[in-house]
């Protein structure tokens, strides 16, 4: 089964793609200069199924829109557009509870994870909520997934997979 992505992209001349799995781990964070839609794609199918895509603009870019429409995934956008420094102090401290290394190498690399982080910070309510429904350990990926793009009840999705009892 294909890992289940959270994706942040900042598009641009050099455009930044951020992949987190479902339980925000940083999967990979990668930058290239004109990195068209079509390698995008290929690129985030590389690494898993993206559910989410997301950017930290509020108006979403046509960029993003395609590849969201590539693979029927939700967009998340912000209510206002994020300024620098408060995506630099967002990363900053992401980075420092998941205790990771990591450095972005440039400020497009920063937008993309940044906008990757805001999306896991809104679902993340939803997934603690199937998690209690199902118990620990039994809410999967594809689980998630259907709740949200699906927008199907959760005590439906579970019973449909019987990990609960009716």
């Known amino acids: 089964m294909e890992s ?8 641009g ?18 930058s290239r200069k004109n990195f068209s839609v079509s390698a995008v794609s290929k690129f985030i ?25 590539n693979f029927c995934a939700k967009t998340i956008i912000p209510e206002e557009s994020v300024e620098r420094r408060w995506k630099n102090a967002l990363v900053k401290k992401y980075l420092k509870e998941m205790k ?6 440039n400020k497009h690399e920063k937008d993309a994870l940044a906008a990757a982080i805001m999306a896991f910070k809104k679902i993340r309510p939803l997934f ?39």
């Open 4 to 11: 289940k992505l959270i994706i942040g992209i900042d598009p």
């Open 13 to 30: 001349t050099t455009t930044a793609i951020a992949m987190l799995d479902l339980n925000g781990n940083i999967i990979c964070v990668e």
């Open 45 to 69: 199918l590389e690494n898993g199924e993206p559910v989410v895509i997301s950017t930290d603009i509020q108006q979403i870019p046509k960029f993003i829109e395609k590849v969201a429409a």
């Open 100 to 105: 990771k290394e990591y450095k972005p190498t």
């Open 128 to 166: 603690n909520r199937i998690e209690q429904e199902a118990g620990r350990g039994n809410a999967d990926e594809s689980i998630k997934s259907d709740v949200l793009l699906k927008r199907k009840n959760i005590k439906s999705v579970l019973m449909e997979r019987n990990k609960i009892s009716r």
